[in-house]
């Protein structure tokens, strides 16, 4: 085989593109993709060697593929399941009984169901932080999608629980970093300071320093949680985590919803980021997260729908477009997170968050990671700014095409990779097993 043939080059002509430059946003032109890179994007048709493929863009706008970052995907069988409740008597009550049911094949079955549903959204990376986590690793190599993983650990438990369960965390985020192509990568994560213990909390971080890898939690979700906290320890969950040495690594942390000035400035000096969730936040009553002063303090703020059991789906755009919305409806300031900025917020920050260097941003080098919307649809015109529709007037059911690592994973609307008809039945299933266990 000559090096020709063992390249898998196209390209797209006439499409436009959200290259998401200050001085221009998007283009209109052409993208080239060899194997799982883009190698050239630019409004100038590039000279191709003869019989490479072209693939008409016309009506479809570009995307990089949203990054999801936080969330807990094998919970989408519980939707539906114990909606309009506090977070505490939800997980007490609700949640955590029906998940101390779940088997592996659960997991399988619900991790299926949010990846089908993700892919098709646009959503081409997202964090997981479950058990059972081999299941969702299988997923990820079956459905061609990119994900950050790691075994979340609850430490209200007996010490040898404890042990074990730090055990499988290490050993899953050690046996599966940089598997499925270099699409899965890992990470530590204890599930909450009030869910464990301190001296729990610092076996993690020694574990994260050993194997070189970044940390990932639950923090500051509720008002309750934090004053537990500081009623505890006699610190707020940031200066506490902080203490524990957390901030030693690359760390991201969800919600992040009741942060003082000074829980802010430790944050942004430790370049800790932020998993922002608006749809479970006011879901479950938790509050509204200070983006707009995070962000003005330096802090990366990306977006998570978090599990689809507090959401209750798992729409990316609906999350760019919350934010977007929120925090100018909060702060009574309408410039309050542009269309730009949430879109960034969706992908490249998102990309920063869970420590990704070449996804995020559609440029030459970065790996094809990409969706395309279809433009052509009466809540898309005219064409005045397609990065404001794409915010405020899109959804995910306008996402024609996906593209991840370089392949095609939806195409018109369909999963290419996933059984759709089975995993839905399947999910169904799994739910009526639950019940009647
Ligand atoms: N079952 C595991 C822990 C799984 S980590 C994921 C956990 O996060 C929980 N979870 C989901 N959403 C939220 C949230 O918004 N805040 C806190 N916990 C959540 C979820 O119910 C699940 O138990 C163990 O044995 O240690
Ligand atoms: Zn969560």
Same mark, same amino acid.
Request: aromatic letters at 6%; glycine letters at 8%.
């Given at each position: 085989?000559?090096?020709?043939?063992?390249?898998?080059?196209?390209? %797209?002509?006439?499409?436009?593109?959200?290259?998401?430059?200050?001085?221009?946003?998007?283009?209109?032109?052409?993208?080239?993709?060899?194997?799982?890179?883009?190698?050239?994007?630019?409004?100038?048709?590039?000279?191709?060697?003869?019989?490479?493929?072209?693939?008409?863009?016309?009506?479809?706008?570009?995307?990089?593929?949203? %990054?999801?970052?936080?969330?807990?995907?094998?919970?989408?069988?519980?939707?539906? !399941?114990?909606? =309009?409740?506090?977070?505490?008597?939800?997980?007490?009550?609700?949640?955590?009984?029906?998940?101390?049911?779940?088997?592996?094949?659960?997991?399988?079955?619900?991790?299926?169901?949010?990846?089908?549903?993700? /892919?098709?959204?646009?959503?081409?990376?997202?964090?997981?932080?479950?058990?059972?986590?081999?299941?969702?690793?299988?997923?990820?190599?079956?459905?061609?999608?990119?994900?950050?993983?790691?075994?979340?650990?609850?430490?209200?438990?007996?010490? =040898?629980?404890?042990?074990?369960?730090?055990?499988?965390?290490?050993?899953?985020?050690?046996?599966?970093?940089? @598997?499925?192509?270099?699409?899965?990568?890992?990470?530590?994560?204890?599930?909450?300071?009030?869910?464990?213990?301190?001296?729990?909390?610092?076996?993690?971080?020694?574990?994260?320093?050993?194997?070189?890898?970044?940390?990932?939690?639950?923090?500051?979700?509720?008002?309750?949680?934090?004053? @537990?906290?500081?009623?505890? !320890?006699?610190?707020?969950?940031?200066?506490?985590?902080?203490?524990?040495?957390?901030?030693?690594?690359?760390? $991201?942390?969800?919600?992040?919803?009741?942060?003082?000035?000074?829980?802010?400035?430790?944050?942004?000096?430790?370049?800790?980021?932020?998993?922002?969730?608006?749809?479970?936040?006011?879901?479950?009553?938790?509050?509204?997260?200070?983006?707009?002063? $995070?962000?003005?303090?330096?802090?990366?703020?990306?977006?998570?729908?978090?599990?689809?059991?507090?959401?209750?789906? $798992?729409?990316?755009?609906?999350?760019?477009?919350?934010?977007? /919305?929120?925090?100018?409806?909060?702060?009574? =300031?309408?410039?309050?997170?542009?269309?730009?900025?949430?879109?960034?917020?969706?992908?490249?920050?998102?990309? @920063?968050?869970?420590?990704?260097?070449?996804?995020?941003?559609?440029?030459?080098?970065?790996?094809?990671?990409? %969706?395309?919307?279809?433009?052509?649809?009466?809540?898309?015109?005219?064409?005045?700014?397609?990065?404001?529709?794409? %915010?405020?007037?899109?959804?995910?059911?306008?996402?024609?095409?996906?593209?991840?690592?370089?392949?095609?994973?939806?195409?018109?609307?369909?999963?290419?990779? /996933?059984?759709?008809?089975?995993?839905?039945?399947?999910?169904?299933?799994?739910?009526?097993? $639950? /019940?009647?266990?």
């Amino acid at each position: 085989m000559t090096e020709n043939t063992k390249i898998n080059k196209w390209m %797209i002509k006439n499409g436009s593109f959200a290259v998401l430059d200050a001085g221009k946003p998007v283009i209109h032109g052409c993208m080239v993709i060899e194997n799982d890179r883009i190698t050239y994007i630019g409004e100038e048709t590039p000279e191709l060697e003869s019989g490479i493929p072209v693939v008409d863009g016309t009506h479809l706008f570009f995307l990089p593929g949203l %990054i999801n970052t936080h969330g807990h995907a094998a919970m989408s069988l519980l939707r539906g !399941y114990g909606d =309009d409740m506090a977070l505490q008597i939800w997980l007490e009550e609700k949640m955590w009984p029906m998940e101390a049911k779940f088997t592996s094949n659960d997991v399988y079955r619900g991790t299926s169901l949010s990846v089908l549903e993700m /892919l098709k959204g646009g959503t081409t990376t997202f964090l997981d932080m479950y058990d059972h986590m081999d299941q969702v690793a299988q997923v990820v190599q079956e459905s061609g999608i990119r994900a950050s993983l790691m075994r979340g650990v609850i430490g209200l438990c007996p010490e =040898d629980v404890q042990r074990h369960k730090l055990n499988e965390a290490i050993q899953f985020a050690r046996d599966w970093n940089g @598997q499925a192509d270099g699409r899965i990568t890992t990470m530590i994560s204890p599930h909450a300071p009030y869910t464990c213990p301190p001296d729990f909390i610092e076996k993690f971080v020694q574990a994260a320093h050993d194997l070189d890898l970044p940390m990932h939690t639950h923090m500051s979700e509720t008002k309750a949680e934090v004053e @537990q906290n500081v009623r505890d !320890y006699g610190l707020r969950p940031v200066a506490h985590l902080e203490k524990l040495g957390m901030f030693s690594r690359p760390s $991201l942390v969800a919600h992040a919803v009741h942060l003082n000035d000074e829980e802010i400035e430790i944050l942004a000096a430790n370049h800790v980021s932020v998993s922002h969730n608006p749809g479970s936040n006011l879901k479950l009553a938790s509050g509204v997260a200070r983006v707009t002063d $995070l962000l003005k303090a330096g802090v990366t703020v990306s977006l998570g729908t978090d599990g689809a059991a507090s959401n209750n789906n $798992l729409d990316m755009f609906e999350e760019m477009r919350l934010a977007a /919305l929120i925090h100018k409806g909060v702060s009574g =300031d309408p410039t309050a997170i542009p269309a730009m900025e949430a879109l960034k917020m969706g992908t490249i920050y998102g990309a @920063q968050s869970i420590f990704l260097k070449d996804v995020g941003t559609l440029a030459p080098g970065m790996k094809a990671d990409f %969706i395309a919307l279809n433009t052509d649809q009466a809540h898309f015109l005219p064409h005045t700014d397609l990065i404001s529709h794409a %915010i405020y007037s899109a959804s995910s059911k306008d996402v024609e095409h996906v593209w991840v690592d370089g392949k095609q994973v939806v195409k018109h609307g369909a999963c290419l990779t /996933l059984d759709e008809e089975r995993i839905r039945r399947e999910a169904q299933a799994a739910f009526d097993g $639950l /019940l009647s266990r």
